[in-house]
Structure formats: structure tokens, C-alpha cells
């Protein structure tokens, strides 16, 4: 039996027009009207004057909707920013659960050039924001252009002090130093280059195939916290992995373990030293390892997570309806004042169709997507 003639005539009928807009996809949704979706970033793009832009939203049993528009196609790879601390988070996450690292233990347990307060910082820490660096995303041994991580993060402990006033656990305060130290942990705890390692764990059992830590130039100083790159469908394996509780491509790639620490709240009440413009005010911030808790959990403790990245690249998982999403365009250090209320738009108004009960997954070949239907 073929692909084809496993979807039922009148689910072909009612769903024709809209597959033969959706050309080069792998999937395609039917039954559920996601067209304000698009026509937010159609309006978006028009305001913003950015070539393309592209969006998905999936579940557990799979995409629901995908589509691409202007220049982007399914083969559009873009650096994604800040994006990339949850892509991180989710090996640190990994590596605790399989007791390789321990998320309390100081950083000088594998790391003893980092003595004094700066020893003291632990793994939950420099992936929550906490361990007492912060708004130092301009930080020189962040940059490219370092001949290694080891090389940035040698120069972190010798010589990058801590903001005055500030210690690990006492504060929180948004950045990217501490997440570099923590990716320096993971290669030495496990022998493995940063990159290749994630791909090795994460990437290969997911079928990934664009995301590396090359995104803001080639580079072996592995911008841990915001120099990843993805195209939109490879982000969408890895949250639909982590809304199937740590399994994906029909394998596990997370225990079960993993999940918890990787969503539960590090910053409680803590005073808040320094957070992006667009985060939450204080008193309503909440973050994990890696993402930021957008709502209060539910009666089982599940919430909505995002990772919402500089350029416009903007993951999200509600767990509570095992829903996922990708926002994706690229633009410029101040394109999240114009993209993040269309993107909070397009977040309630797929939850409302979801919620509606109408919304199916149907599994298209590309073969098909070029034939039409009858």
C-alpha cells in the first residue's frame, strides 16, 4: 500500500488546496484552519521587510503545520541565538541523568583552575543564570574568533572576574560565561569536543542534520549559550523529543530523569541583577536550565517552556497539551520588539485550535505534495 492510499478520499478532497501551497514539505495538517498563523507573518514580513520566515507547530504525534515563506524553504538554515541554550541545556540535562556530570557539584570537581567563589559555581547554576556572571553576552571570550572552548574558558578562570557584589546562587542574571564554563565541563567529563558530542547523543538518534554550534562563523570557541544554527523542521525534532517525554525518532534520547531538573525553576525568588528587555518582570521570572517557564504549572506540575532567541528564532513547548512550535525568521539585534506579539499571537491561537479538538496529523510524501491530490 502506498502513502497515497492510506489517506482517506475525503480527507484528501478537503485537504487538497491547502497541501499544494505547502510545496517541498514532508507533512501537512488537515481538519484545522492554522491560516491566521501565516497571515500574521505575511504581515510581519510586509512590516519588517525581511525576506522570509517560516512556522511550525506540532505534537506529539507529529507536525501539524508547516509552512515556509518568501526566500525560506525547508533546506533555510539560520543562526538562532539565544535558541540555543535550550539545544545545550538538553545534553547538560542528558549527561546528569546518565550520572556522567552532577548538576550540584562545584565546578571545581572537574574544572580545579576555577578556585575561590568562582569555584563554587555549580552546573544548575550556570545553565539557570545564577552562578554569579551575567549581562556579559559582549564578553571578548565568547567571541569566534578564541582559538577553543578550553582556551575561552582557561581565561574565564584566570582572569574574568564576576560582577561586583555578585556570588554563585545568590542572584540571577542573564548571560553567557557561565553556560561557556559548563560546556567546557561536559568535554572534559566526557573526552568529547562540545559539537561533537551533542551531535553524537542528540543530533544522530534525532536524524538532525543542521544543527551545529557554527552559526555566528566557523569556530571551535562553541558559543554555548547563543551560536547555534538550525532550519526550522531539525529544532522541531528535538521539542517534539522533549514533549514525548525524552523520546523521539522512535528511540529514547532523554531518560526520564533528564526532565525534570531540564524544566523545573532555578530562580524562585531571587533578586533579579540583570535580565534581557524582553524577559518577564520581577516577580514573574521564572527559568529553568536553559528556557524560561512562560506559565504557572499545571495540577502535574507541567508548563509552557520557550527559548526565544535574539534574531527572531523563537522554540516552544506547552506541555500541559503536548504542543510544540517554531517561529522562525532572522533579522536583526531588535527585530523581538516588533516579532515577539506576533509570535505570543501565534502561541495562543494554536492552543486555541488544538484545544478546539478539530486539529489531525497527516504524514505526506514529498511525491504526493508535488502530484496534488484527486
Known sequence: MNFRSRIPAALRRRAGAAVLTLLGTTTVRADCDFSPLDTAMQELLQTTGLSGGAVLVGRRDGVLHEQYFGDYTADTVVAIASATKLLSATRIAQLSARGTLALDAPVSSVLPQ????????????????????????????????????????????????MPNGWTPGAQFAYGGISMHVGGRMAEVATGQDWQQGWNAAIGVPLGITTIDWQGLGATSNYRISGGARSNLRDYGRLLQMLVNDGVGNGRRVLDIAALPPLFADNVGGLPIAYAPPSAPPPGQLRYALGNWIESLPDANGLATH???????????????????????????????ATARPVYLQMLGEARALVDGGACVTVEISDAILRDGFD
Not at 135 to 146: A, F, K, M, W
Not at 325 to 330: D, H, L, S
Request: net charge neutral.
Open 306 to 336: 520557550s527559548s526565544l532567541g535574539a534574531f527572531g528564532f523563537f522554540p516552544w513547548i506547552d506541555r500541559p497539551r503536548g504542543l510544540y512550535g517554531v517561529f522562525m525568521i532572522r533579522g536583526g539585534a531588535n527585530i523581538n
Open 114 to 161: 576555577f578556585t575561590g567563589t568562582k569555584g563554587q559555581m555549580t552546573l544548575r547554576q550556570m545553565f539557570s543564570h545564577t552562578a554569579g556572571y551575567g549581562d556579559d553576552e559582549d564578553s571578548p571570550v565568547l567571541r569566534t574568533n578564541q582559538p577553543s572552548l578550553a582556551a575561552a574558558v582557561d581565561t574565564v578562570a584566570c582572569c574574568v572576574a
